[in-house]
């Protein structure tokens, strides 16, 4: 039988693909909130961690793990692309090119942190949503949702951070690490209420409660859908 077409993953797959690649753009500059210094990326990057959540626990671990590598994909193409445009002679019209080279010559370092941190987390954040849900039977998606999260975001950080902005003081590393993982973490239980309804409600429209019971957790077995 033919598995129905579902507009709310595809929604859901492709707005989590679009906030990897502008985290990864936003990540060139650092903001500074009363004093505390975080990556660009801070301000669009957790809703990929809540549509990760969304997506394992309505769909399950295998189809959270296709989106995670299809957002690597478009996201490896983006950057190559970028990169491209940067060797590319420019008009001789054009002033741009300073600002537009900074940002992008970045992008390499800051995409192979981001990517890398990105793999680690996202799995860990699905992998640990995925066995809590089964052994609580699927009670508590909110902490389930939060802690899963705290393990993801804490390894993203503790991978990005130190490689992204290499060079920069070990305190102030400590610090900018610190502050995202709180300010992410925080983020999540902000909007938790959102989060549960967008997944309560998903469930009732898909007919779709997926328990990953049997299942492989290996991050590289794509085709296990």
Known sequence: MKEKFSLAFLLMAVFFTVCLIASNLFATKVISFWGINLPGAVIVFPVSYILNDCLTEVWGYRKARLVIWIAFAMNLFVVLVGQLVVWLPA????????HFNYMFNMAPRVAFASLLAFL???NLNALVLSKMKVASGGSGFGWRAVLSSVVGELADSLIFIPIA???TPVKALAA????????KVCYEI???PLTSWVVRRTKVSEGTDTFDRDISYNPFKIADI
């Open 190 to 192: 902000l909007v938790l």
């Open 120 to 122: 680690a987390g996202s």
């Open 176 to 183: 900018m690490l610190a502050a995202q993982v709180s300010f």
């Open 165 to 167: 902005f290499i060079g």
């Open 91 to 98: 008009a001789p019209f054009w002033e741009g090119g300073e």
